[in-house]
């Protein structure tokens, strides 16, 4: 029960009932994986179909380059993050390292596609919470744009 109610931590999850959130933990794993602290939960460039929700523990997405990774953010319990590559089967978009002692759980393509032609009230529930962070995601991402242009 312990998992479930991490996973019912996930802003993927914020629209649905009590009752479409059971139906999603029965398509999917409720195991979490563990990650210690510096550990590479995605790499950049490498293939991708599923999407990591933290269950507890922080993350940090960052671009590598030849100097210095650029930090574009980290994630910590209820946040997710590979939607991308999960929406457009487009390589990982950037590194994914555990900052500390991290729990993950993930959600599949095949889960995504079985909820689209099983149930698709769910699928555009979490659609339309996945549509929200990533819409707040690049407000944040224009701010920084925006800030980095003023100063130069």
């Given at each position: 029960m312990d998992e479930i109610t991490?996973?019912?931590?996930?802003?993927?999850?914020?629209?649905?009932?009590?009752?479409?959130?059971?139906?999603?933990?029965?398509?999917?794993?409720?195991?979490?994986?563990?990650?210690?602290?510096?550990?590479?939960?995605?790499?950049?460039?490498?293939?991708?179909?599923?999407?990591?929700?933290?269950?507890?523990?922080?993350?940090?997405?960052?671009?590598?380059?030849?100097?210095?990774?650029i930090i574009l953010a980290e994630l910590g319990t209820g946040k997710f993050f590979g939607e991308m590559s999960l929406l457009?089967?487009?390589?990982?978009?950037?590194?994914?390292?555990?900052l500390e002692q991290t729990e993950i759980f993930v959600l599949t393509r095949k889960h995504i596609a079985y909820l689209v032609e099983k149930d698709p009230k769910i699928a555009a529930k979490m659609m339309l919470s996945l549509a929200r962070v990533l819409s707040a995601r690049i407000r944040v991402l224009n701010e920084r744009i925006e800030g980095i242009l003023s100063a130069g």
């Amino acid at each position: 029960m312990d998992e479930i109610t991490g996973l019912r931590q996930c802003l993927l999850f914020q629209e649905l009932t009590d009752e479409e959130f059971l139906k999603i933990t029965q398509i999917m794993s409720t195991d979490a994986e563990s990650f210690m602290p510096g550990a590479l939960i995605c790499q950049k460039d490498a293939p991708g179909d599923s999407i990591y929700m933290v269950k507890s523990g922080k993350v940090q997405i960052s671009l590598p380059t030849d100097q210095t990774d650029i930090i574009l953010a980290e994630l910590g319990t209820g946040k997710f993050f590979g939607e991308m590559s999960l929406l457009d089967k487009a390589p990982r978009s950037a590194n994914v390292v555990a900052l500390e002692q991290t729990e993950i759980f993930v959600l599949t393509r095949k889960h995504i596609a079985y909820l689209v032609e099983k149930d698709p009230k769910i699928a555009a529930k979490m659609m339309l919470s996945l549509a929200r962070v990533l819409s707040a995601r690049i407000r944040v991402l224009n701010e920084r744009i925006e800030g980095i242009l003023s100063a130069g």
